[in-house]
């Protein structure tokens, strides 16, 4: 039987790496990818809890990320396609349309 | 027996969750980044949930990584490839990086309620019927929702993306 914070563990490490996929590196779609190891990492304690605690809606929710997840990824990916097509760019600290 | 594949199963994730931050071609990131959720899944079923593995392996390894390739392919990758990560200024970045991990960490092992080995109740019977009564008795509205969710953006997508006409 693995104890549960085995699996949260493996979150945390999962959701630092993402995290650090996200605040550093230069290229849109490695964040986005590693937007999306995130989410994974929220996915493994959700499902975790829920198993403990016997309870199906760690599992439930679960299922609303990965739902809402592949919308994220939609529009992310037309967003890109589009800015690629107008600025020709590829690097985060390009997109200063917003003057963020 | 099982916390071996665990072990196994989860260094094959991390390890494959740094080369998805460390790749300097995305294409690289892409597959590094299908081979984590692959080990995602099969962790997916060591924690009972296989309805879940299966939805995994569909949508993210299935579509979602499918579409990160196909952008990949309409786009020129090749300019963005020399320079990985951001240039100057990591440092605090990296501070903060370590402060969270450490926090998380510590939340974790010293806390007394995430020990416990065996789980609190288990209960028996068809899990992925009870799942499914669950998922379209009590949570029919938020069903409702990310259904509309998800067509919405499918239209924005398909408008964001399409050639300006005029």
């Given at each position: 039987m693995v104890p549960l914070w085995w699996y949260i563990l493996l979150g945390v490490v999962l959701f630092v790496i993402g995290a650090a996929g996200v605040l550093l590196r230069r290229n849109i779609l490695v964040v986005l990818m590693s937007l999306e190891l995130l989410l994974n990492s929220v996915n493994i304690n959700f499902i975790a809890?829920?198993?403990?605690?016997?309870d199906f809606r760690g599992q439930i929710f679960a299922i609303f990320v990965i739902a809402i997840t592949a919308a994220e990824v939609a529009v992310a990916l037309g967003i890109l396609v589009a800015l690629v097509r107008n600025k020709s760019t590829l690097k985060v600290d390009d997109v200063t349309m917003m003057k963020g | 027996m099982d916390q071996g594949f665990f072990l196994l199963f989860a260094t094959v994730?991390?390890?494959?969750?740094?080369m998805v931050v460390v790749a300097r071609n995305p294409v690289h990131?892409?597959?590094a980044l299908m081979a984590c959720f692959l080990q995602i899944s099969a962790i997916f079923i060591m924690l009972g949930a296989p309805l879940l593995a299966v939805i995994q392996i569909f949508v993210y390894v299935g579509?979602?990584?499918?579409?990160?390739?196909?952008v990949i392919m309409m786009i020129d990758v090749r300019e963005a490839v020399l320079q990985r990560f951001l240039p100057g200024g990591n440092l605090p970045t990296l501070v903060l990086l370590v402060l969270l991990g450490i926090e998380m960490l510590v939340l974790v092992l010293r806390s007394d309620r995430f020990s416990v080995t065996e789980p609190v109740a288990t209960r028996g019977g068809d899990a992925i019927r009870q799942l499914s009564t669950t998922l379209f008795a009590d949570y029919l509205l938020p069903f409702e929702a990310a259904s509309v969710i998800l067509l919405a953006a499918l239209v924005g997508a398909i408008v964001l993306a399409r050639k300006e006409s005029g």
């Open positions: 809890f829920g198993r403990q605690y016997d | 994730a991390v390890v494959a969750a740094l990131s892409a597959l579509a979602i990584m499918v579409l990160f390739l196909f």
